[in-house]
């Protein structure tokens, strides 16, 4: 047996037990409950606190992007966004949105960093575009309604808000939003 095969034997044999601990660690895809179950469940939370871990898991999914190379490049424009180079993180997420033009969570991350920058319309955009692309995603409407909301337009505010209470109804202070927005919008009943 030569060095090099005893060297590679060695490495794999030192690279085993990571192996195993990762594939004992990790879930199998199986185990992951469907989304519309994660739904089904949040929409009976009683509580914001009962209500964050399912929250977790469903925006786990949504980030989920069936692409290794977008996944890379997601990571790659959360780091930039996290030292604070966001012209870095905007050509990132642009090219996200280019190479997966069907992945909401890529719309959604590019409306926050738009907002961010203070690019209102690009973000009210790539927010429309996420939540166009997934009508489910409570994040990406409660931030374009926040918007809606800053530029006056309180009744389409009302109305993406209401479809945020119907999803999650615990989500962060949906339902007072929901009731001063209605008071506004359509007057307190007699």
């Known amino acids: 047996m030569g060095a090099m095969s005893r060297l590679a034997i060695a490495i794999a044999l030192l690279l085993l037990p ?5 594939a004992a660690t990790q879930k199998p ?12 469940e949040l929409a009976q939370a009683r509580s914001p606190e009962e209500a964050k ?3 977790d898991q469903i925006e786990a999914i949504f980030q989920q992007s069936g692409s290794a190379t977008v996944d890379l490049l997601m990571t790659r424009a959360a780091a930039a966004e996290k030292t604070q180079d966001l012209d870095t993180a905007r050509k990132i997420l642009n090219d996200i949105v280019q190479i997966a033009p ?6 959604r991350r590019l409306g926050e960093l738009e907002a961010l920058s203070n690019d209102d319309t ?18 990406a409407m409660s931030e374009l309604a926040d918007m809606l909301d800053d530029y006056g337009d309180k009744k389409a505010a009302l109305g993406v808000l209401r479809k945020v209470q119907a999803l999650d109804p615990t ?9 001063e927005l209605t008071k506004e919008v359509e007057g307190q009943g007699i």
């Open 53 to 55: 871990p399912i929250e």
């Open 18 to 22: 990571l192996a195993v601990h990762a």
């Open 102 to 107: 069907g992945y909401a969570e890529g719309w």
């Open 122 to 139: 690009g973000a009210m955009l790539a927010l429309q575009k996420a939540v166009t692309l997934n009508p489910r995603h409570f994040a």
């Open 171 to 179: 989500y962060e202070n949906v339902d007072r939003r929901v009731r």
């Open 29 to 40: 895809a199986h185990a992951q409950k469907p989304v519309d179950a994660l739904f089904a």
